[in-house]
């Protein structure tokens, strides 16, 4: 286990002091994992989420499509009409991010809103970075949100057989959108404090962009209609793990026909598929093989185990441990693995805890699990490589010739992550806790 906890913090370290090159490093430690055994190969493709990749590379293309019909260009146009200044601008869009990622997995979000970002910040000649670093940490927020809204949301979701409106509602009480809400408003004022400097009006030309071709458009969110249809189909139907990417990818594959034989050249194809980000997608592959490892080799059972230790049987201690441990734990790691672990380390402890304090172990566990919900879907905020919504902002500045310095997301996301966590963890204790 301990040459396993070296190796990624090692590799965590590289990949902070050495951005440029962090997609080599955490594929270089990846393949250490496994040469040296700490993830045996028959566990290669169960720690890669294919889901993930295929959804980020197929999401990719068709936004290429989507800004080669111009569109984005109309939609930043339609922004600046309505706002103020470059300020309110930068709160919009963290707003409209978050609105999409409740119902919309959070990478495909940042894919979708990065573009009319990167135009508003075209015309207005500023920089793009603090714009597609609010909206990435804005999509990490709503994720817990809704039971689509992120992977973990799903699995808690499963774990304690919630359907789609008790994420509104729970036995009797307002339940964990609520919380995620009264941090999204705290947030946009983050945002709004963040920008505070930026009061430059925005030109009005009174003309809108005009769209090329709708195709893409409708093919665009089409993807987010099927996403969030998908999250709602019955186990019955038996849908592989991989739904969101193979829908995303079907889409893209659809969106490169229709481009071909409307421009019959070969370039309306290669064109779209040059715009997908190897390099992002490298670094995640490089991190979920490290998470592989890890998890294979008991560190996060280690975790899980130590944090199930520390509360002994004060439950408002222990509800605290699980949020602030999560937070600091997914600021460096895939919150999925984690908080998989945690679900039946959570469930056992509550059993455990019920009867010393005299109620039923459901009441017990819901504080400790929205908390964990909530702490690992935040926490994530914290570092550049903490979630994939971050590391795909990232990708999408670095193509248009920006470097991110760790300090560039430190800034935003660290009090970001403060004003969603601290009002969700009060909400959630003052609501649920026994």
């Avoid at 111009?70 to 309110?88: L, S, T």
């Avoid at 937070?327 to 056992?348: C, E, H, K, Q, R």
């Avoid at 017990?364 to 926490?379: C, D, E, K, N, Q």
Wanted: net charge negative.
């Amino acid at each position: 286990m301990l040459p396993a906890i070296i190796l990624f913090a090692a590799t965590y370290v590289l990949m902070l002091t050495f951005s440029k090159y962090r997609p080599y490093i955490a594929l270089a430690s990846g393949i250490i994992f496994i040469v040296s055994g700490m993830l045996p190969v028959s566990d290669i493709i169960g720690s890669l989420d294919f889901n993930v990749l295929l959804m980020i590379g197929g999401t990719m293309g068709l936004v290429q499509l989507f800004i080669d019909s111009r569109m984005p260009e109309r939609m930043a146009d339609m922004i600046m009409e309505k706002v103020p200044n470059v300020q309110w601008a930068a709160v919009c869009l963290s707003l409209f991010a978050g609105v999409i990622s409740a119902f919309v997995d959070n990478v495909a979000t940042v894919l979708m809103v990065a573009p009319v970002a990167l135009e508003i910040c075209k015309k207005l000649k500023t920089n793009p970075v603090p714009f597609i670093i609010s909206i990435a940490v804005s999509s990490n927020l709503q994720g817990a949100a809704t039971l689509v809204g992120d992977t973990t949301a799903i699995m808690l979701g499963s774990a304690l057989d919630m359907n789609f409106m008790e994420f509104f509602w729970y036995q009797g009480k307002l339940s964990i959108f609520f919380a995620v809400e009264l941090g999204a408003v705290l947030s946009a004022v983050i945002v709004y404090f963040i920008f505070r400097k930026d009061k430059g009006a925005i030109p009005r030309s009174g003309q809108l962009t005009e769209v090329n071709d709708m195709v893409p458009t409708v093919l665009l969110f089409g993807a987010i209609g099927l996403l969030v249809c998908a999250s709602f189909a019955p186990d019955s139907w038996n849908l592989p793990a991989e739904i969101n990417g193979i829908i995303c990818c079907s889409l893209l594959v659809v969106g490169l026909v229709y481009n071909f034989l409307k421009k019959k050249s070969f370039q309306a194809v290669t064109g779209p598929l040059k715009a997908i980000d190897f390099e992002t997608l490298g670094l995640l592959t490089g991190l979920f093989l490290m998470i592989g490892g890890i998890t294979h080799e008991g560190v996060i059972d280690a975790l899980a185990g130590l944090l199930a230790n520390l509360g002994g049987g004060n439950l408002f201690m222990m509800y605290t441990i699980i949020v602030w441990a999560s937070v600091l734990i997914s600021a460096f790691i895939d919150n999925i693995p984690y908080v998989a672990t945690m679900i039946p380390v959570i469930a056992g402890l509550a059993a455990q805890m019920a009867p010393g304090l005299g109620v039923d172990a459901s009441l017990v566990g819901i504080p400790l699990f929205f908390g964990l919900l909530s702490g690992a879907t935040l926490g994530g905020n914290i570092t550049p490589i903490g979630a994939s919504a971050n590391i795909t902002g990232i990708g999408i500045l670095r193509k248009e010739g920006y470097d991110v310095k760790n300090s560039d997301f430190f800034k935003i996301g660290i009090p970001f992550t403060l004003a969603a966590i601290v009002p969700a963890y009060i909400y959630i204790w003052l609501v649920y806790g026994v």
